[in-house]
RNA sequence: GGAGAGAUGCCUGAGUGGCCGAAAGGAACAGUUUGCUAAACUGUCGUACUGGCAACGGUACCGAGGGUUCGAAUCCCUCUCUCUCCGCCA
C-alpha cells in the first residue's frame, strides 16, 4: 500500500512510476490527497470536540466530589450538545476513512528505478542467460509423454479425484517431489535461512497484508465457512509472521525459507500454456523471504538473485534471468527478477522463479516495523522469491535428462534420491 | 462438539466507573560508580493520527466490534483467540 504522504509530497513523480507500471487512472492520487485533506480536517474538529467533552466529564467529576450537583447538571447539559455534534462528525470521518481505503487499495506499488519500460512479457529485459544448453537424444518428447511414460504423474485420476489442474504423483514422481523439496530447503537453510513450516490457510488480514486481498481475490481458492484462503505461496504466511511488529533493528535481516503447496485457481488460463505441469492449480514451492533495513534491499535482492541463480546452475539447468517491465510486473513489487529455465522438448522457457523487492508496500499495509538506532520507527522492505518452484523444474528436469532408456539425475540430487536415475 | 477460566505495555502482573495511557517487578537502553567477567545506583523506556521549527500539546487505543454513562481497562452484549476438564480423533 502507498502511503498518502508520499503521494502528497511526490504527487508527479508517483504519477510518473504508476503509468510505467500502466496504471491509468491518474487522477486517483490527486483525488487521495483531496480525500484525505478531508480525512484530516474531520479529524481537527472531532479531536476539538472531543477534548472539550473530556475535559468538561472531568470537571463535572470534581464538582460532583465538591457536591455542587447544579452545576455539574448544566455542565452535562452542555456535554450532551457537544456529543450530539459529535455523532455526525463521527459517521462522516468513517465513511471518509472507508473511502480512503478504498481508493488507495487500488494503487500498485510504484516500480524502482531500474524497472523497463513495457507493458507485455516480450519487453521483460534478459539480463542474461546461464548453465547449459541440453542436449536431448534424437526422439526426446516433453515432459507429459516422459511422466506417462515411466507412470511418474498421473494428470487423469488427480482431475477424478478433484479437478483438471490437481496433479496426482505417483511412485517415483512423488519421491522426486519430496527430494526436490528436501534439497531445496537445504540449499536455503545452509545460506543462513531459516525454515518455517505455516498452514496453508490463512485468514482474510493476511491475505490483505501481502496484498492477495483486494487484488487477486478471485485466483484464490476460499473456504467459505471460516472465511480461510487457501495460500497461493507461503510467501502468504510466512510474512505475515511479522505482521503487527515493530522488531529491534539489530533483528535484521530476518531470513526465512518455507516448503508449502501453492493453490492458484488460475481462471483465464487456456491452452499451450496449461499443458502438463506447466500451470497447474496445486503445486509444490519452496519459498524465501527477507525483511530487511529500507537502504539494504537493493543489495538483498541481488543476493537472493545470486541464490537462486547458484541453485539453478546445481541443477545443471539452462536459465536465464528476466528484469520484468514495468507492465508485466506484479502488483505489490518495486521490481521482479524472473527466472525461467529452458524446456529443450518444448522449445520454450518455463518460469520457475519470481524473485521480488516489495520495498515498504507489504510491511507498510502489514505494519511491520523496526526500531533504528536513533529511536525512530521506520517500515522494514520486505523480498520474496521461489527458491524453487517444483512442477516446472520436475518437467525441465525430466525431458533435459531424459535418454534412450531412461531419466538420469542432476549430480546434486543422486544422494538425495540414491541412485542415480529418477528411472 | 460440551463445560469452565482468561485476554492489560517487550515479559510477568496490579488495577472493578473519574486521581489510569495505566502500579510494581523483570528485561532492554543510556549514564554514574566500583571493578576480574558482574553488582549497585540514577535516568529513559507503547503505538497510531494530528498541531507545532521546536519545546510541548490534542485525539484514539488495556483481544476485536457494538452498547450503557457527563465519564469505561473497569458495567452490558456479540465475536475471536488462549488455557483447563470432558467428548471425538490423525
Redesign the pocket.
Known amino acids: 500500500m502507498l502511503q498518502v504522504n508520499f503521494l502528497r509530497q511526490n504527487t508527479e513523480l508517483a504519477k510518473k512510476k504508476l503509468a510505467i507500471k500502466h496504471f491509468t487512472n491518474l487522477n486517483l492520487v490527486d483525488e487521495v490527497i483531496s480525500i484525505d485533506d478531508q480525512r ?1 480536517q474531520l ?2 474538529s ?3 470536540l ?2 472539550k ?6 470537571e ?2 470534581a464538582q ?1 466530589a465538591k457536591g455542587d450537583k447544579d452545576k455539574a447538571e448544566a455542565l ?1 447539559n452542555e ?2 450538545d457537544w ?1 450530539k455534534q459529535l455523532e455526525p462528525l463521527k459517521e462522516k470521518m468513517a465513511e471518509v476513512e472507508a473511502q480512503l481505503q478504498q481508493v488507495i487499495v487500488q494503487f500498485p506499488n510504484l516500480p524502482h528505478d531500474m524497472v523497463p519500460l513495457g507493458k507485455t512479457p516480450e519487453e521483460n529485459e534478459v539480463v542474461r542467460v546461464g548453465g547449459v544448453t541440453p542436449v536431448l537424444p534424437p526422439n526426446a518428447v516433453a515432459h507429459w509423454d516422459l511422466i506417462k511414460k515411466y507412470n511418474l504423474v498421473d494428470f487423469e485420476t488427480g482431475a477424478k479425484i478433484t479437478g483438471s489442474g490437481f496433479p496426482l504423483y505417483i511412485g517415483k514422481g512423488a519421491k522426486f517431489q519430496r527430494v526436490l523439496t528436501q534439497y531445496f530447503l537445504d540449499f536455503n537453510t545452509a545460506a543462513g535461512y531459516t525454515e518455517y513450516l505455516p498452514p496453508f490457510m490463512v485468514n482474510a488480514a493476511s491475505a490483505f497484508a501481502t496484498g492477495q486481498l483486494p487484488d487477486k481475490e478471485g485466483q484464490m481458492y476460499h473456504a467459505t465457512e471460516d472465511d480461510f484462503y487457501l495460500i497461493p505461496t507461503a510467501e502468504v504466511p510466512v510474512t505475515n509472521v511479522f505482521r503487527d511488529t ?1 522488531l529491534k533493528e539489530a533483528d535484521l535481516p530476518i531470513q526465512m525459507t518455507a516448503y508449502s503447496p501453492c493453490f492458484r485457481r488460475e481462471a483465464g488460463s487456456f491452452g499451450k500454456e496449461v499443458r502438463g505441469l506447466n500451470r497447474v492449480h496445486q503445486f509444490e514451492k519452496v519459498e524465501i523471504i527477507q525483511i530487511v533495513h529500507p537502504e539494504k534491499s537493493d543489495a538483498v535482492l541481488e543476493e537472493m538473485v545470486a541464490h537462486v541463480e547458484k541453485l539453478l546452475v546445481s541443477l545443471g539447468l539452462q536459465y536465464r534471468v528476466l528484469r520484468l517491465c514495468g507492465g508485466d510486473m506484479g502488483f505489490a513489487s518495486a521490481i521482479t527478477y524472473d527466472f525461467e529455465v529452458y524446456s529443450a522438448a518444448q522449445e520454450r522457457w518455463l518460469e520457475v522463479s519470481s524473485v521480488s523487492n516489495f520495498q515498504a508496500y507489504q510491511t507498510y499495509r502489514m505494519k511491520c ?1 523496526f ?1 533504528d538506532a536513533d529511536g525512530k ?1 521506520q517500515f522494514a522492505h520486505s523480498l520474496n522469491g521461489s527458491s524453487l518452484a517444483l512442477p516446472r523444474i520436475f518437467a525441465a528436469i525430466v525431458e533435459n535428462y531424459q535418454t534412450e532408456n531412461g531419466i538420469a539425475l542432476p549430480e546434486v540430487l543422486q544422494a538425495y534420491f540414491g541412485s542415480t536415475h529418477l528411472v
Open positions: 484530516k479529524q481537527a472531532f479531536d476539538d472531543q477534548s467533552v473530556n475535559a468538561a466529564s472531568k463535572i467529576g460532583m452535562k456535554v450532551a456529543k515493530v516495523r526500531k520507527i
